[in-house]
């Protein structure tokens, strides 16, 4: 409930004045740590395996990435419902930072692809219609990635599973 009027709050302060930043140079690899941490506690189901990462330092608002972080990872085990392992870890790019969260769930079609992170577009089939949600969270992850000067994007495959990632500028 807290998380769903978080959201809601987010979504009213975006549009009425932005997203206020305050940034810091932190370490990308223990705040991704310390979300699946947090995360594995939800699922004794999901796996969590964080690939060898680069030890990269980012300059962004730190809370603010680590609630994108933990909507990605909620997604992983949300749209996962068999279990399975859910692989996350970051990588050096040009376009700096790339944090990437990967799972093999139910994974999603081309054409919901394209807007995903559309505020209140959720992806409506068979295979999603038990699962809760009002289709802001991953809006609210652009807006916040954005914000920072960075992207965000999907490679998918129904049935085989999906890869988040998103770019932060290097710290």
Request: charge should be negative; aromatic fraction near 8%.
């Amino acid at each position: 409930m807290h998380a769903l009027i978080r959201g809601f709050l987010d979504v009213a302060r975006i549009d009425s004045k932005g997203i206020v930043l305050q940034k810091k140079i932190f370490s990308i690899d223990e705040l991704l740590i310390d979300c699946a941490a947090e995360i594995a506690l939800f699922s004794d189901k999901h796996q969590l395996v964080r690939d060898q990462s680069a030890g990269l330092m980012v300059n962004a608002d730190r809370e603010k990435i680590a609630q994108v972080i933990d909507n990605l990872l909620h997604n992983a085990l949300k749209y996962s419902p068999d279990g399975g392992q859910i692989r996350y870890g970051c990588r050096e790019e040009a376009a700096g930072a790339v944090v990437w969260i990967r799972d093999d769930g139910i994974g999603i079609a081309p054409q919901d692809q394209e807007h995903l992170f559309s505020r209140f577009y959720r992806v409506e089939n068979q295979s999603t219609h038990t699962i809760s949600g009002f289709g802001i969270g991953l809006y609210l992850c652009s807006e916040i990635i954005r914000s920072h000067g960075g992207t965000i994007g999907v490679e998918s495959v129904p049935g085989k599973g999906s890869t988040f990632h998103f770019s932060l500028p290097m710290g």
